[in-house]
């Protein structure tokens, strides 16, 4: 997929004044907000699971190496296959490989969103394989064509008009004048054409939260039961998964599935949470034939030995973007690559490369929201600084024009020498006021029309405290008089 | 430097209590961060800094050298004049038994930015962790360490108080501004429907995504206007000029000003962005 990231803010300004859009934003706060805070409130170990699951997880990234190849080996032993990917463009070959040798062509797909990092259906499709994303969301955005907009709710951006009419278009199969209204008529719908699909497939291809280095099981937690059927029903089941979904047991595993569930949904837990544990077995009722894994590095091993560390205890929950302003604002498609949100702004940079994403970095205001709602205590905006910090040494295009970083050196070296900054801010509150006096406001003022397009610039009080109160002072000094708590006015 | 007094040793009283000090004898000397914002735009708030300050028993002084906290710098990423600035703002802060900001953004950048910022550079790091252990945000200091319980002070009316991300976030101060307000005599609190959320501002991101802040700041707009209260308080410059920037756009008739002004009686000038 071709990132857009480097254009963020034409993308969001697109995303402000796209109405319907709006409308579909407003459910992020309503549902998984409010419902995040109430699961939080009803479980008074939260906390303490927080600190319990990221020592968990700053466990298994200082061994990362050996819980891999311990899972590696439980893979094996149960008689499946562990294919080792350093890029998305290998990662894809292994699994066109797999399908060709096992003569699939009829593929269905759980919800994953390393698939979608790596674009692997934009490589299947064009080479004749036919895919069918089975969550109902990603199922949604593949007919339209589109990426998610949220990690765990890939079509939050449409609404259910958008649903039905995208299914009269493509189910042509069934009764033009059928009744979509309801949400059930659309969720029926689907599940009647997914039925087929599964049935009919020969590989299914989930992606994983968690692989259980004690058991090699990969965990997947879902609502809607697709994962189970996409896995369990076609000849060959490949999970695709990222180097750091690795937890040691399954005891760290429950530990952490406590507080996924609850921070992405507000949910106890998930309808569905299921371990695959290989192919099947000799006198197994059912399951794959083949059973493959395909472990994604594609820049992990990197970010393992940077400052950037903590971002791989991320279980992919989605509070961090519910949470934030901006996500809230502008949506998922703004940020113009996979993952979105805080999320987003810091991982996109590491696996794109900051040239192709500084701009997001600093779509932040910083306000901490994310860190504080975060399951697994990532510090996000601290990370997102360290972007800036290393956009600021590259001069990555897309942060501050050059008028702008001007002005920020002639404010940093003024701001060293008080005295010249002292006198340079009198100048400036006073010419402020002085337009103030002549046209009642600061719109067209010098360096304010960034603001002045949507909100006033309130005018200076007038004076700057440094004057005031140094005139006070000699004031108080001079008169014996009690001073009356007032400044000494203009 | 002097030695650190122990923040617990200021016992509980009531502000308006001048003359009477919190270590026996000697009244703490504070070292007022008067924040850019504040000596730029609202001069006043500095003033109503000083008068709490002084009101509860410390003697006050407007270091020369202060300038900005750094934050412009270290936002846009620009750690190595951030620095500079930061450590220009140590040595003038220094002699000081305690620092007092009137805002929870520049309070944060001193107390919880600078020991990193200021790692491996030519102040030793105990030195910086002394430094940022007596900075305080100007109401936490007021409840914490001087142990203010009540205002006397009076304002009639509707009151709504908006939580700037720094305090509430970077700090964890909450209740210290509303005991305050509670306390003052005809003032009735009104909280927000979304008390936790950003007003949009975010220093230059307010600026450079300026549409974006905007709509977060519509949001906080709108709460406000919602309770009804004809004055919203916060305890950051930067939150109330965004406020006031969007209310006056929307020709909302709502008043703001720093909690400050109000907690000092001085409610007499005009509110924010008001003539
Ligand atoms: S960064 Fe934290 S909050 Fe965001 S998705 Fe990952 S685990 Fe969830």
Redesign the interface.
């Known amino acids: 997929m071709r990132a857009t990231s480097q254009a963020f803010?034409e993308n969001?300004?697109r995303a402000?004044g796209d109405v319907q859009l709006q409308r579909a934003l407003e459910n992020v706060?309503r549902g998984f907000v409010t419902k995040r805070a109430a699961a939080r409130a009803r479980l008074p170990e939260f906390d303490a699971l927080r600190d319990e699951a990221r020592a968990i997880k700053d466990h298994v990234l200082a061994n990362l190496d050996l819980y891999l190849e311990e899972y590696e080996r439980k893979v094996v032993e149960a008689g499946g296959h562990v294919h080792w990917a350093a890029s998305s463009a290998e990662a894809r070959a292994i699994i066109v490989d797999i399908l060709n040798a096992a003569g699939a062509r009829r593929v269905t797909k759980g919800k994953s969103m390393v698939s979608e990092e790596m674009a692997l259906n934009e490589a299947l499709v064009p080479q004749g394989f036919e895919v069918t994303e089975t969550d109902l969301g990603e199922y949604l955005i593949q007919l339209r064509g589109e990426t998610p907009s949220h990690i765990i709710a890939p079509a939050v951006h449409l609404n259910k008009e958008q649903v039905a009419t995208d299914f009269r278009r493509h189910h042509r199969a069934l009764p033009a004048g059928r009744p979509l209204h309801e949400p059930s008529a659309l969720v029926a719908e689907a599940r009647q054409v997914l039925r087929e699909k599964f049935l009919a497939a020969d590989a299914g291809i989930t992606g994983a939260n968690f692989l259980v280095a004690e058991t090699g099981s990969a965990v997947i937690v879902t609502n809607e039961g697709n994962g189970d059927l996409t896995q369990t029903l076609a000849r060959v089941h490949i999970v695709v998964a990222s180097l750091e979904k690795i937890v040691p047991t399954l005891e760290d595993t429950t530990t952490i599935l406590r507080l996924l569930a609850r921070s992405a949904t507000g949910q106890e837990c998930a309808t569905y949470t299921t371990f695959s544990c290989g192919p099947r077995r000799p006198g197994d009722v059912d399951g794959p034939e083949e059973y493959h894994v395909v472990l994604l590095d594609n820049g992990r091993s990197e970010l393992l030995a940077s400052d950037f560390r903590p971002i791989l205890r991320c279980i992919r929950c989605g509070a961090c973007m519910n949470h934030c302003?901006?996500y809230q604002?502008?949506g998922g498609h703004a940020y113009g690559w996979v993952y979105p949100g805080p999320v987003g702004a810091v991982l996109t940079p590491a696996l794109i490369g900051i040239a192709e994403a500084a701009p997001l970095p600093?779509?932040?205001?910083?306000?901490?929201?994310c860190?504080?709602v975060c399951p697994m205590q990532i510090p996000l905006p601290g990370l997102l600084?360290k972007?800036?910090?290393?956009?600021?040494?590259a001069q990555a295009p897309g942060?501050?024009p050059w008028q702008?970083r001007l002005a920020?050196?002639a404010?940093?070296w003024?701001?060293?020498h008080?005295r010249l900054?002292?006198l340079a801010?009198r100048l400036?509150?006073g010419i402020a006021r002085g337009f103030w006096a002549r046209y009642g406001r600061l719109v067209g003022a010098p360096f304010t029309s960034?603001?002045t397009?949507?909100?006033?610039?309130?005018?200076?009080?007038?004076?700057?405290?440094?004057a005031?109160?140094r005139r006070?002072q000699r004031h108080r000094q001079l008169s014996s008089a009690q001073w009356r708590?007032?400044?000494p006015g203009q | 430097m002097r030695p650190q007094r122990p923040e617990t040793a200021a016992s509980a009283r009531t502000a308006g209590s001048a003359g009477r000090t919190a270590n026996g004898g000697q009244s703490p000397h504070v070292g007022l961060f008067v924040t850019c914002l504040v000596d730029l735009m609202r001069p006043s708030v500095g003033f109503a800094a000083v008068k709490l300050l002084e009101e509860a028993g410390c003697r006050v002084s407007v270091p020369r050298t202060q300038t900005c906290c750094g934050q412009p710098a270290y936002n846009s990423g620009d750690c190595a004049e951030a620095a500079r600035i930061a450590r220009q703002v140590v040595e003038a802060f220094e002699p000081f038994d305690y620092v007092v900001a009137p805002s929870g953004s520049c309070a944060g950048m001193l107390k919880r930015h600078y020991p990193a910022l200021l790692a491996g550079g030519a102040i030793a790091p105990e030195r910086v962790a002394a430094f940022a252990a007596k900075v305080h945000e100007l109401t936490a200091f007021l409840v914490d360490v001087l142990g203010v319980e009540r205002i006397n002070a009076r304002h009639d009316g509707r009151v709504t108080y908006h939580d700037s991300c720094s305090c509430l976030r970077e700090l964890g101060i909450r209740e210290q501004p509303r005991r305050l307000l509670r306390s003052i005599k005809g003032l009735e609190l009104v909280e927000l429907a979304r008390p936790e959320e950003c007003c949009g501002f975010g220093g230059l991101f307010s600026v450079k995504y300026g549409a974006i802040s905007n709509a977060i700041v519509a949001r906080k707009a709108a709460d406000i206007t919602a309770t009804g209260a004809p004055l919203v308080l916060a305890g950051d410059l930067g939150c109330l000029l965004n406020i006031k920037g969007k209310l006056r756009r929307e020709g909302r008739a709502v008043s703001v000003r720093h909690i400050a002004e109000v907690l000092a009686g001085m409610t007499d000038a005009p509110a924010i962005g008001e003539e």
């Open positions: 803010l969001a300004e402000l706060p302003p901006v604002a502008v600093e779509a932040s205001t910083f306000c901490g929201r860190e504080e600084r972007w800036r910090m290393r956009a600021h040494e942060t501050t702008g920020l050196r404010w940093g003024l701001a060293r008080p900054y002292q801010a400036g509150v960034a603001w397009r949507y909100r006033d610039l309130p005018a200076p009080e007038g004076g700057t405290f440094q005031r109160w006070h708590h007032k400044g």
